[in-house]
């Protein structure tokens, strides 16, 4: 995408217009010097000129891009007082969402928040020639959630540690099953792996080598199959 672009047009608001239809941004997102004001024509056959205007984009093309498609986005799907923050920094923006009755769009295990922030992260690469990452979060929901893993592994690590029984957890994206194997890594006794393929991969949390208690675990699958 180029980031600056020069059009001529009958008046300053035609060029203007053009520019951002170009851009695929909304005006604000674009500085525009007029360096030409459109002039009529003397008894509408001598002379007039038309109006030429630069646009150039404010702040990085990725981030714009990125930003515009998740309005569009938005505005098709009928939300409405909603606000757009844009953290960018070298090759990566922060979008963040605000506003009331947005939940639909995290939707179930952030399922939809994820596939939305997919699609906004293509928009940001194709915009920009080198690898661009893209964020997208609604109400802290990101940070709450990982809190929530965080917490889940813990507690099921020590159950395990205790005990040497394994637990499955439900399925997770990739990002979410990385917070668990994080948090378990940095716990005694267990160990955690994933299992199946998308979109039912998940993770499993086990004793390790070194849990005392790891045959407890293997002596009641055995028992559990005699019976059957």
Known sequence: MKKELIKEAA?????????????GVSEDAIEFEVQQEAEKKVLGIFGGTAAIVKGVLKGGVAAIAAEQYLRNILDAMGVEDYTIEVTETDNHCAITLDGEN??????????????????????????????????????NY???????????????GGQTARTGRRHSLEPMNPYERRIIHTTVQEM??????????????????????????????????ERRGRGR
Do not use: C, M
């Open 11 to 23: 008046t300053v608001e035609e060029a203007k217009a053009l520019i951002a239809a170009e851009f």
């Open 102 to 139: 947005l939940g639909f769009i995290i939707g179930r295990r952030g399922e939809t928040l994820d596939a939305l922030q997919y699609l906004v992260g293509l928009v940001g690469n194709r915009a920009d020639a080198a690898y661009y990452r893209v964020t997208l979060d609604i109400g």
């Open 142 to 156: 990101r940070e709450k959630r990982e809190q929530s893993l965080v917490s889940l592994a813990r507690r099921l």
């Open 188 to 221: 005694e006794g267990v160990i955690s792996w994933s299992v199946g393929s998308d979109p039912n991969r998940h993770v499993v949390i086990g004793p390790s080598d070194d849990n005392p208690n790891k045959d407890r675990d293997n002596g009641r699958e």
